[in-house]
């Protein structure tokens, strides 16, 4: 199992990763690959048509986002007592950040106050939709998608129920 996650992070971070502040112009997509859409620099990001449609990525990132993440990080990644609002750490965090401190966690003791971030690295309901996870707060971060469940999703692409089932064991 391990070596399967270790796997699939190592050929996610291969991709090339946005190192900068992250905004519309910054995470505006301009290739799509099967329903997949990607930014200029090949990053992973959000497609969100004029009346309110997003990619199946970002409707499953939801989706996970709110079954594994949001106990912790609030509702639509707004922040708790517990941990930070991921709409504003996405802003600065680049990809590859997000990448691994999802899957290997993190331990921050700042004034005297302990925070951890779990490793998720062996929960295939994280690592298996991490792209999904980081393109939803990747759009509530730069503002494009607002908060709440999307009212409207493309269709899931054929490459997207072959990665899930590939991942998965199914």
């Known amino acids: 199992m391990k070596q399967v996650c270790v796997a699939i992070i190592l050929g996610l971070l291969a991709g090339t990763v946005h190192s900068h502040a992250d905004d ?5 997509a301009v290739t799509d690959e099967d ?6 620099d ?13 990619d199946w990525y970002t409707y499953s990132g939801y989706r996970r986002f709110n079954s594994e993440c949001h106990v912790c990080h609030g509702a639509d990644g707004a922040g708790s007592t517990f941990a930070p609002a991921l709409v504003n750490s996405l802003k600065t965090m680049s ?16 004034a005297g106050k302990e925070s951890v971030m779990p ?3 062996e929960n295939k ?6 792209d999904d996870i980081y393109v939803y707060l990747r759009a509530r971060a730069v503002g494009d998608l607002p908060r709440g469940r999307p009212a409207k999703k493309e269709d899931k692409p ?4 072959e990665q899930e089932a590939s991942c998965m064991g199914g």
Not at 42 to 54: A, M, R, S
């Open 158 to 161: 054929e490459a997207a129920r």
């Open 95 to 110: 990809y590859a950040d997000f990448l691994s401190t999802v899957a290997e966690g993190r331990k921050n003791l700042s």
């Open 125 to 130: 309901n994280v690592y298996c939709y991490l």
């Open 35 to 40: 329903g997949k859409y990607f930014d200029k």
């Open 24 to 28: 519309k112009e910054t995470a505006a």
């Open 42 to 54: 090949g990053t992973p990001t959000f497609n969100i048509k004029e009346d309110g449609t997003v």
């Open 119 to 121: 490793a998720f690295g």
